[in-house]
């Protein structure tokens, strides 16, 4: 049985690659059909061969150990079964980050405009501009009423596993709450006053831009080709741009700190996703977890003591 992709020359002799089973076949077969490349597909007896032209056969080969390579440096996509039973660090360190966004509200309530003490811890953009440095941070814990903290604390489950998985527990969530907190710094940069928010969903999409870089650097690892607008290095970009009009610009949405805590994401990522860049041992990801808690805890400390 044959499958054929029609060769430059249907003279020229070929090489053949031999998948170790069919997974792998399926697998080859799209890097090579990705990268342009000819192949002819048989199935001898029980396995299936790749035939390449000769003239391609080098390129083919570089490809797929390329892909490999980067295929064998990824962390587990899915959870085992014996993860389950005993969760692994990085899915701990996301449950103890919503936990937190939970517990918090649980002591604030929803947001009302009318309580001095949340009112102090909202970002508000003038009060910011005027040098109360706390508020982009405790703003990102506070919300408006159950389902809106709900939702974050749904998202946040999900994307800060994700974000743990790749680049450990302390360095992941150092990355998001600094993406969110540093979007809505750059709101009040630019909006300057008459501009308050509230809601960990700038961190929310601080995730998906840290995301968007990791897959964007490592399909360019792969695919090398960025210039056509159909290349796959364009895929993750263009689906958290996606994400961002699909779940970002509501009718109640700060769209300005969303798209902000996205771009941030994908700027402060972007250097930990290089060839060569190690994850940090695991002691250094205790201490930023701990850092993140304790820089969490002492701006909600100074949003107190501003109101003696």
């Not at 089973?21 to 192949?39: C, F, H, S």
Request: glycine content about 8%; overall charge negative.
């Amino acid at each position: 049985m044959t499958q054929p992709s029609v060769p430059s020359d249907a003279d020229e002799p070929e090489d053949t690659l031999v998948p170790p089973d069919e997974q792998k076949t399926l697998e080859w077969i799209a890097v090579l059909a990705a990268a342009g490349l000819d192949y002819r597909l048989e199935q001898n007896e029980h396995r299936w061969i790749l035939h390449v032209p000769v003239s391609q056969a080098a390129a083919a080969r570089a490809e797929l150990v390329a892909y490999e390579r980067d295929l064998s440096s990824r962390p587990p996509g899915f959870l085992r079964i014996a993860d389950l039973r005993q969760p692994s660090h990085h899915t701990l360190a996301a449950l103890w980050g919503v936990g937190l966004l939970l517990a918090f509200y649980a002591w604030c309530g929803p947001f009302n405009t009318q309580d001095p003490l949340l009112q102090n811890a909202s970002a508000d953009a003038e009060a910011i501009m005027a040098g109360q440095w706390w508020r982009p941070i405790t703003a990102l814990t506070l919300h408006a009423d159950f389902s809106h903290v709900a939702g974050n604390a749904l998202c946040l489950l999900f994307l800060g596993h994700a974000v743990c998985s790749l680049f450990g527990g302390g360095l992941g969530w150092l990355l998001i709450l600094t993406s969110g907190v540093a979007g809505n710094f750059a709101v009040a940069w630019l909006v300057r006053s008459g501009h308050v928010s509230i809601g960990a969903s700038t961190a929310s999409f601080g995730a998906i831009g840290i995301l968007v870089a990791q897959q964007s650097l490592a399909s360019l690892r792969r695919w090398h080709e960025w210039r056509s607008l159909w290349s796959p290095v364009w895929l993750p970009l263009g689906t958290g741009l996606a994400l961002l009009a699909l779940l970002g610009t509501g009718p109640q949405s700060d769209l300005a700190a969303h798209l902000f805590g996205f771009i941030l994401g994908l700027a402060l990522a972007a250097p930990f996703c290089l060839p060569g860049i190690r994850r940090f041992p695991e002691w250094v990801q205790r201490v930023l977890e701990w850092v993140c808690v304790l820089a969490v805890f002492s701006a909600w400390a100074a949003a107190i003591r501003h109101m003696a």
